[in-house]
């Protein structure tokens, strides 16, 4: 098992950065795909970002490419995830999710087994 811990989140002006981060605790970091997920008021949660085990695949939703950036730190038993240009449809909760599946697709939620409490993003306009 392992724990998820975000921090990071708060409020931000449209443009502005924000780098959320996922403390892990229990197993090793190194044994999951990590990903990222975010969730607006009324609607279901969707995918944002997701890194595999080594770091070597990494995916995005349209939606944050080329605007968002999901590192890991095995080391450190923390994920990141790096927001710029953020703007108001980026407001949500973000949570962080562990992935223990061999062949990950890295954005399917349902792939996912263990989640952090969410921290809260919102981007005022």
């Known amino acids: 098992q392992v724990q998820l811990v975000e921090s990071g989140g708060g409020l931000v002006q449209g443009g502005g950065s924000l780098r959320l981060s996922c403390a892990a605790s229990?197993?090793?970091?190194?044994?999951?795909?990590m990903g990222w997920f975010r969730q607006a008021p009324g609607k279901e949660r969707e995918f944002v970002a997701a890194?595999?085990?080594?770091?070597?695949?990494?995916d995005y939703a349209d939606s944050v490419k080329g605007r968002f950036t999901i590192s890991r730190d095995n080391a450190k038993s923390t994920v990141y995830l790096q927001m710029n240009s953020l703007k108001p449809e980026d407001t949500g909760v973000y949570y962080c999710?562990?992935?223990?599946?061999?062949?990950?697709?890295?954005?399917?939620?349902?792939?996912?087994?263990?989640w952090g409490q969410g921290t809260q993003v919102t981007v005022s306009s």
């Open positions: 999710a562990a992935d223990s599946n061999i062949f990950s697709t890295l954005r399917t939620t349902s792939e996912y087994d263990y």
């Open positions: 229990g197993r090793t970091l190194s044994s999951y795909v």
């Open positions: 890194i595999s085990r080594s770091g070597g695949r990494i």
